[in-house]
């Protein structure tokens, strides 16, 4: 079929949205009511991060890095001390690494359920919003309890850690996610069996397999489509002692995301057991680390929302000579343009959040 | 107060923030601390604001962004600036992108410290704001007042 | 306890006129673009294409040592991804990358500044 040029109009979209938390803008060509293409552009939270690495001592920039999010901060900061350890050849001692695990699992939680309200939000059910994130407030609770911040940690240090989870805290923490998980699968059931939700969710942004590989596309969003991957396996902190499987499903639409990162919270509660289970007596927490850092190392990690990617730089001096972070969202930004191909323009709002847009990682 | 008081409605942008102030916003308006009870009501559309929340510091590319919203909203208006970032430019003031403080492109009338500002901290800026908010409003009224008198 | 999978990470330096046989090389052997960026060391950029592939857990970079003016051609017709790696090392560092396939010329992030993180030229008249 010809297509009708005169048909076609070009809606702006954002950076000021009700659906969305952070600022992106989309140019949609809509063709009646779908669309035909997108075009984001981004750069309205572009900080210039990576520059300050250049101007910043190397100790005190880890304190910035960990604010590039305040979703991720954790695990942002673990992944800068990770590439660093790298480049100085440092062992962390092993109860530090069972602490920064406990951490992430716990920032992932914390993620996913916010994700989970703001999915709720965006398909318009109000009261399952609220729901998801009271649940969010007893691991932000624990955050408090544990680190001392709600939302940045500031726990980590290059060789370690700064701060000693002890045993009434861990009994906390244990009593605590076993609250989550009960309450959790009170709303589980609405997020999957509910009629209105499937309706929703079922066959939209349908991404196969092949096209994930092609787009680049990482986390949830390409474990939702079949894609097994989770760099967790890899083994960095103490993932290597910890027993678990990548959270998976074929479907590669909307619900199979939803679903991946439910289950992923089941998997988060576990892996924190199992972590708080074997947590090493030695209450070693840090090495000392000397001298400027000279060399590279790439780091990857699997962060709530995907693979992240680390790289320094460094040659001898105080300050980096590159610092780069590549975030997952900027890597899922090609997958939801070919989400939004095709779909209606109601949808457009929930497509741009099950892909859990960060946009303050991406620009940094 | 005996009289009835306003309920104003917020409207939030996120600067250049990391996210974290934002969370906080919307952790504020939840069932847990439920800022709402103030007599708020979160709002997505500029024309209908009266108070502006805004967080994270201001770059080159947000800044029009942040004045087009600052001049939509009706007046009387009331801007509340969340976090370290949007009160000076905080940790990425020194980056090559960042302007400042949100007060560089928009008059600010309450500043909420903290890196991320706590809930606590949120609330008792919004409350402070929702005071403001009044104060203005009945200074409008009596203006209004005045020059209807006047013009007879 | 689970299995661990981790190979080492590995690095090749190439020049710029091997980086598309190489990266059609790397794609059919089913690895994913997993970041690309440019790194400022003593006056000299380095570029580092690093793909990832998803069962045996590998990183493979590819490492281009250049300057500013050396046209660097674009792998978005390989990998479409590639698009905003490309748009930001140009912006940044103004790296001359030619024919990316939705280039943004230099208004990925519509910064003022010109190339801020670019080798500092001298000024005129210096």
């Not at chain 1, 972070?325 to 930004?333: C, E, G, K, M, S």
């Not at chain 3, 390989?78 to 748009?87: L, S």
Request: some cysteine; overall charge negative.
């Amino acid at each position: 079929m010809a297509v009708d040029l005169s048909r076609r109009s070009v809606i702006p979209y954002g950076p000021q949205h009700p659906v969305l938390p952070e600022p992106i803008h989309l140019d949609l060509v809509i063709e009646d009511e779908k669309v035909v293409e997108a075009i984001p552009s981004i750069g309205f939270i572009h900080r210039g991060l990576e520059g300050l690495a250049m101007k910043k001592d190397f100790n005190d920039m880890q304190y910035v890095i960990e604010r590039i999010c305040g979703i991720c901060s954790f695990m942002h900061g673990m992944g800068y001390c990770e590439a660093l350890e790298g480049i100085f050849e440092v062992e962390v001692p092993d109860r530090a690494k069972f602490l920064r695990t406990i951490w992430c699992e716990m920032s992932r939680i914390h993620s996913h359920l916010l994700w989970l309200g703001l999915l709720a939000d965006g398909f318009g059910f109000e009261s399952l919003f609220y729901q998801a994130w009271r649940i969010r407030e007893k691991i932000l609770d624990m955050a408090e309890l544990t680190t001392g911040g709600r939302l940045i940690a500031s726990v980590n240090k290059i060789g370690g850690v700064l701060k000693d989870i002890d045993d009434d805290m861990t009994k906390a923490i244990l009593k605590n996610i076993g609250e989550i998980e009960e309450e959790l699968k009170q709303i589980e059931k609405t997020f999957l069996l509910d009629y209105t939700v499937q309706s929703r969710l079922k066959g939209v942004g349908v991404l196969t397999k092949e096209q994930i590989h092609e787009l680049g596309g990482v986390g949830p969003v390409a474990r939702a489509s079949g894609v097994n991957v989770d760099l967790r396996k890899r083994g960095y902190a103490a993932y290597k002692y910890l027993d678990f499987e990548p959270v998976t499903s074929n479907d590669g639409d909307c619900y199979a995301r939803c679903n991946v990162r439910l289950h992923e919270v089941y998997q988060s509660i576990d892996l924190i057991r199992q972590a708080i289970a074997k947590l090493p007596e030695d209450r070693t927490l840090a090495v000392p680390v000397k001298g400027n850092p000279d060399g590279e190392c790439f780091v990857r990690l699997e962060q709530s929302r995907g693979e992240a990617v680390y790289y320094a730089k460094a040659t001898g001096g105080k300050f980096l000579d590159r610092m780069r972070i590549r975030t997952p969202t900027f890597a899922n930004i090609p997958s939801l343009c070919e989400m939004l191909k095709g779909a209606t323009l109601s949808d457009v709002g929930l497509l741009v959040i099950t892909i859990d847009p960060c946009i303050s990682c991406t620009e940094r | 107060m005996g009289k009835v008081a306003r309920s104003p409605w917020l409207l939030h942008y996120d600067g250049s923030s990391c996210n974290g102030c934002d969370i906080e916003v919307l952790a504020c308006l939840t069932p847990v601390y439920d800022a709402e009870r103030f007599g708020i009501m979160n709002t997505g559309d500029p024309l209908q604001a009266d108070i502006f929340l805004i967080t994270g510091g201001v770059n080159t590319q947000n800044k029009d962004v942040v004045k087009q919203i600052y001049d939509q909203m009706p007046r009387p208006k009331v801007v509340v600036a969340v976090g370290v970032c949007a009160c000076t430019g905080g940790v990425f003031k020194e980056c090559y992108n960042i302007l400042g403080g949100a007060d560089s492109v928009i008059p600010v009338d309450i500043y909420v410290p903290g890196c991320a500002a706590r809930p606590q901290a949120i609330i008792d800026g919004i409350v402070k704001a929702v005071a403001l908010f009044q104060e203005r409003s009945d200074e409008h009224d009596a203006k209004v007042k005045a020059e209807k008198k006047g013009g007879r | 306890m689970a299995e661990v999978i981790c190979p080492e990470n590995r690095l090749f330096e190439i020049t710029p006129e091997q980086l598309l046989p190489k990266t059609m090389e790397i794609k059919t052997r089913g690895f994913r673009l997993s970041q690309a960026c440019a790194a400022l060391v003593k006056d000299q950029i380095e570029l580092s294409y690093s793909f990832a592939h998803d069962e045996t857990y590998q990183l493979e970079t590819f490492r281009i040592v250049t300057d500013q003016e050396t046209e660097i051609p674009s792998i978005t017709e390989i990998v479409p991804a590639a698009v905003f790696y490309e748009n930001e090392m140009k912006e940044l560092f103004g790296v001359n990358i030619k024919m990316i396939n939705m280039d943004y010329d230099n208004k990925l992030y519509r910064i003022e500044v010109e190339s801020p993180m670019a080798p500092k030229k001298p000024k005129e008249g210096e």
